[in-house]
């Protein structure tokens, strides 16, 4: 995931090279826990969001190896 700790988003790369935006409203788990380059899983949402596509579901599964 790419963060922006200061307005508490990101973004975060899906398997077909697209980025999903997503907040802290929809990550399972401490944003503060939440550390730049760690590996997420994601539900993409239907709508979009003003950057684009969103995720509506965000769970952290571990650090980028």
Do not use: H
């Amino acid at each position: 995931a790419r963060l922006n700790a200061s307005i508490r988003n990101g973004f975060m790369e899906m398997p077909d090279g697209e980025s999903l935006f997503f907040s802290e409203a929809v990550l399972e788990g401490d944003f503060d826990k939440l550390a730049e380059g760690d590996e997420v899983m994601a539900t993409p949402a239907e709508a979009e969001s003003p950057y684009g596509p969103q995720a509506s579901l965000v769970k952290p599964i571990g650090p980028l190896a």
